[in-house]
């Protein structure tokens, strides 16, 4: 299999898993998605800057961003919070297995082996703290998130309230035999 085969399925085969996501688990947790990969990108570039890694190749057109930071990394993101959010250390032990499997065996072994990533001057348990790192920032932006909607979806608050526009005019609510406030 080509470099170029391989780093395409990171990108795309990852993205078709979310198809079997249901329509509210993607409205809720692709934020977070969305997040993983921009901070990914962020995290992969100033690595690159202080020599901590050596990208020597990526899927055509992309020049320094890994597609495992776009599809891999968001989809995995989605799928972990779909199944561990809210049990924080069922949380943190899912990512600690795939940031160890990630660390020590794809980004060490395949992708080393390939010519394609290299780890130069920080060992896979440096980069392991890294992701950690970063999946207990996610967390919290979720957690923030969550307190944002909920707040704003307050039903007892608002129980009655009705738009101005969906309220009957008067003269609707005397010709459906409905009484006025001002009739009593």
């Given at each position: ?15 078709l ?92 072994f ?15 348990f ?23 909607f ?6 007892a608050s ?22 006025n406030?001002?009739?009593?």
């Amino acid at each position: 299999m080509s470099n170029q085969i391989l780093l395409w399925s990171m990108l795309v085969v990852p993205w078709l898993s979310l198809f079997f996501m249901n329509k509210e688990d993607l409205k809720r947790y692709m934020p977070v998605g969305v997040l993983a990969v921009a901070t990914s990108v962020i995290i992969g570039d100033v690595g690159s800057s202080l020599g901590f890694w050596i990208v020597r190749e990526t899927a055509y057109p992309l020049y320094h961003i890994m597609p495992f930071n776009i599809g891999l990394n968001l989809a995995l993101t989605m799928w972990v919070f779909k199944f561990s959010y809210h049990q924080f250390w069922l949380y943190m032990i899912t990512n600690a297995v795939l940031d160890l499997s990630f660390n020590f065996f794809l980004f060490q072994f395949i992708l080393s082996s390939r010519g394609i990533f290299h780890l130069v001057n920080i060992s896979p348990f440096q980069s392991f703290l890294i992701t950690t790192t970063h999946a207990l920032l996610l967390y919290g932006y979720q957690k923030w998130q969550e307190g944002i909607f909920m707040r704003s979806v307050s039903p007892a608050s608002s129980q009655y309230l009705q738009p101005a526009l969906a309220k009957p005019l008067p003269q609707d609510r005397a010709e459906n035999g409905l009484k006025n406030e001002n009739d009593e």
